[in-house]
């Protein structure tokens, strides 16, 4: 996530977590997600409007979130059994939704997002803003994926009716998505590169948008496959932040068993024998 959008929870923590113990069952929607993801929408689709985007890239980052949006309600109710947790539970909603990640106050992670906002917004930004066309062309759908990312995360990482699941596929399946387009953005930028040198063409910019091209593919790819997949995750997913309601699956639909999204576990035989088709979903 970047930087800001970092900067942003942080703030809105404490309030959100002494605002949850009062409000138990029906939190409300921070305040900053509103304006924060219309703002941010606003500046994407002056993206699409400039620039020449692949239409298949500006599919993915409307027809992903909108799978997000209804996995959250039909699989997980919307986060209902952490919100139904009591005050007394040692894992109820604002402790969950209190710290995204446990390291997140340090100073390295403050670095390390700092970074992660420098080279994968802001110089992608300048580029696509002052380079030639053919540089630029070469980094805004990389650009434009990561920031209808960092949308979604504004909407979701402290949003008390998002699961921690649906919160975790949020950066996941984006960085998954943008790995092709690096390699992509990497490769017409080497092609550039030899082209303009060839030509005696200035390559200030075409040197540039090399450099920055494969400091992105090999940051965002150890992020993906270290910090993501093997620090943040585990903690994330841990059981007492993403217990979900028990549900029943028919073909490839997911119904919860009831209502509201809890079922009692029957002791008996038929009980058991009833309960086979129950999926208890837990996403750790």
């Given at each position: 996530m970047g930087l800001l959008n970092l900067l942003v929870l942080k703030k809105v923590n404490e309030v959100q977590t002494a605002t949850a113990k009062d409000q138990l069952h029906s939190p409300p929607i921070p305040s900053f997600i509103i304006p924060g993801v219309a703002a941010q929408i606003l500046l994407a689709a002056l993206m699409v409007h400039t620039f020449d985007i692949p239409t298949r890239h500006m599919l993915f980052c409307i027809l992903y979130p909108t799978y997000l949006v209804m996995a959250n309600h039909f699989r997980f109710g919307n986060n209902i059994i952490i919100r139904q947790r009591s005050n007394h539970h040692p894992s109820n909603l604002s402790v969950v939704m209190s710290k995204i990640f446990s390291g997140s106050d340090t100073s390295w992670f403050m670095c390390y997002m700092a970074s992660a906002t420098t080279v994968g917004v802001l110089l992608p930004l300048l580029t696509v803003v002052l380079a030639p066309t053919d540089v630029a062309d070469a980094a805004i759908s990389?650009?434009?994926?990561?920031?209808?990312?960092?949308?979604?995360?504004?909407?979701?990482?402290?949003?008390?009716?998002?699961?921690?699941?649906?919160?975790?596929?949020?950066?996941?399946?984006?960085?998954?998505?943008?790995?092709?387009?690096?390699?992509?953005?990497?490769?017409?930028?080497?092609?550039?590169?030899?082209?303009?040198?060839?030509?005696?063409?200035?390559?200030?910019?075409?040197?540039?948008?090399?450099?920055?091209?494969?400091?992105?593919?090999?940051?965002?790819?150890?992020?993906?496959f270290v910090f993501t997949l093997l620090r943040w995750a585990p903690e994330l997913l841990a059981d007492d932040k993403c217990e979900s309601p028990e549900i029943e699956w028919k073909m490839m639909v997911p119904h919860q068993v009831k209502p509201n999204g809890l079922k009692k576990k029957s002791s008996s035989v038929g009980g058991d024998e009833q309960g086979k088709n129950t999926v208890p979903a837990k996403a750790a």
């Open positions: 990389p650009l434009l994926v990561l920031w209808t990312q960092l949308t979604c995360e504004t909407a979701t990482m402290l949003n008390p009716y998002v699961h921690r699941f649906i919160a975790f596929f949020v950066p996941l399946g984006f960085f998954v998505y943008r790995e092709s387009l690096l390699v992509d953005w990497f490769s017409t930028s080497l092609a550039s590169y030899e082209s303009a040198s060839a030509s005696d063409t200035s390559s200030q910019w075409y040197t540039f948008g090399l450099i920055l091209s494969s400091v992105n593919l090999i940051f965002w790819t150890a992020n993906l």
